[in-house]
């Protein structure tokens, strides 16, 4: 076939960018419509604009790093040993190290084998919206959230139902709404704890109400705990993995706030379970395969976690 390159030169060409599915899932997208807003900036406009919607502590100078972190990333990338491929789940040393952190706070201890790193804990969310996106199953996310989850729900094909967290009550989940909205194909539903936009921190009880209620209804809560202990009242961070013997329970998390590092793209998948679901259930089998066919964390920055931990 010879293309006819005059006049409307790019509609000559088949291709283009118009996936509904990629659509549908910007939509969701608060970062989306904050890059549009900041395409509308004047530029020559010399007054400060203040980043809204921007969860980075390290774009401001005030927020760096503990030096013995940096140190760590530094010798990691000089040392010449840790410029291969990592394995799927990560380096042991370095998924033993997250265990060991995520076990302090636990009644049991997290194995190794139940964490998998990841590129970032977006990237942890991405995984597993995509491993539970089985034909005709659903996930509860919270309202208000964290918009990626329904990005990328959206973008597997999985379909989304929204609980409210209930203002009146410290932005707790609204549990009665969390069983009315589920049904036999709902598989999760989602916490982020410490809470982003709402900046709760949940109470002991109202965690093990969480997990009860996942119990009665046979789904696994997922909780973003990448906040993990900014907590600055007088509630302290408890980690959901503590009733993981209720029900099964998938702790997302990993290094961009706790330690003000977000360029450095390190975050876990733990399966806080102590009675082993998630193992029997393959889904641990399905996050490690799924890893496999996409990006890795930096291999050197795997193994600073271990001095940093
Ligand atoms: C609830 C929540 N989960 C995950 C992330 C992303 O974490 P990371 O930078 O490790 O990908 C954010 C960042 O703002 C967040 O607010």
Redesign the pocket.
């Known amino acids: 076939m010879e293309l006819d390159c005059e006049g409307d030169e790019a509609s000559a060409w088949r291709f283009g960018a118009a996936s509904p599915v990629l659509t549908a899932a910007r939509s969701q997208s608060i970062r989306a419509m904050v890059y549009r807003v900041y395409d509308c900036l004047d530029r020559g406009d010399a007054r400060p604009v203040a980043p809204l919607g921007h969860?980075d502590p390290a774009a401001f100078a005030c927020f760096r790093t503990a030096p013995p972190a940096t140190d760590a990333v530094a010798a990691a990338a000089s040392s010449g040993v840790l410029n291969s491929y990592a394995p799927a789940a990560g380096l042991a040393e370095a998924c033993s190290a997250v265990a060991a952190l995520l076990s302090r706070e636990l009644p049991y201890e997290v194995s190794p084998r139940d964490v998998v790193l990841t590129a970032?804990?977006?990237?942890a969310?991405e995984i597993m919206m995509t491993v539970l996106a089985a034909p005709g199953a659903n996930v509860l996310l919270p309202r208000p959230g964290?918009p990626?989850y329904a990005s990328r729900a959206a973008l597997s094909g999985l379909e989304f139902r929204h609980f409210d967290l209930l203002p009146d009550k410290e932005w707790e989940v609204d549990l009665a709404g969390v069983a009315a909205l589920a049904d036999d194909n709902t598989v999760a539903m989602v916490i982020?704890s410490p809470n982003?936009p709402c900046g709760c921190v949940y109470s002991r009880h109202h965690l093990a109400q969480i997990a009860q209620t996942a119990r009665k209804l046979g789904i696994m809560v997922i909780s973003?705990e990448?906040?993990d202990h900014f907590a600055f009242g007088s509630k302290p961070f408890v980690p959901m993995g503590v009733f993981g013997e209720i029900a099964p329970v998938v702790t997302?998390g990993?290094?961009?706030?706790r330690w003000m590092v977000?360029g450095w793209?390190?975050?876990w998948i733990a399966a806080t379970d102590p009675n082993g679901i998630l193992r029997k259930k393959k889904v641990m089998d399905s996050i490690i395969d799924y890893r496999g066919i996409s990006v890795d964390p930096v291999t050197f920055v795997q193994v600073s976690t271990l001095s940093s931990c």
């Open positions: 969860g970032g804990c977006n990237h969310v964290y990626l982020v982003n973003d990448v906040y997302l990993g290094i961009s706030k977000p793209r390190l975050g």
